[in-house]
């Protein structure tokens, strides 16, 4: 969504105003993306710290946040899908499948490690 924002042509004088308001709210939501793109690499360390040390509270917390990332995600690509080209959208179909995947992963990993005896 970020390179498909840096991409559109811009804005004449002779431009409506609606067109002006989406075309902010497109660069807003793109701003917003790039800071939880950010948060969700801090997050991701954190992932990584609680999978090696085998903490199932931070794997938790981790599922939610990844959860919550995903659906604002989504909704965001689904409020300005029709600005975007068919091939744009078949991309985002693959990202979106991808992370469903992940989650569900994450998810089992989450079972598998609670229901793990010690030893």
């Known amino acids: 969504m970020i390179v498909l924002t840096c991409t559109l042509e811009p804005l004449t004088e002779t431009d409506d105003i609606n067109a002006r308001a989406e075309y902010t ?9 790039v800071l939880m793109f950010l948060a969700k690499f801090c997050f991701d360390l954190l992932f990584v710290y609680g999978v090696v040390t085998e903490k199932p ?3 938790r917390a981790y599922f ?14 689904f409020l ?10 078949c991309m985002e179909v693959i990202y979106i499948c991808f992370n469903v995947y992940a ?4 998810h089992s990993f989450y079972k598998q490690l ?6």
């Open 25 to 33: 709210g497109l660069y807003a939501m793109s701003i917003i993306l």
């Open 57 to 59: 509270g931070i794997i």
């Open 64 to 77: 939610m946040m990844w959860t919550a990332f995903f659906l604002l995600s989504m909704f965001t690509f």
């Open 80 to 89: 300005n899908a029709p600005h975007y080209s068919s091939g744009a959208i």
């Open 103 to 106: 989650i569900l992963l994450l």
């Open 114 to 119: 609670n229901t793990r005896e010690e030893v």
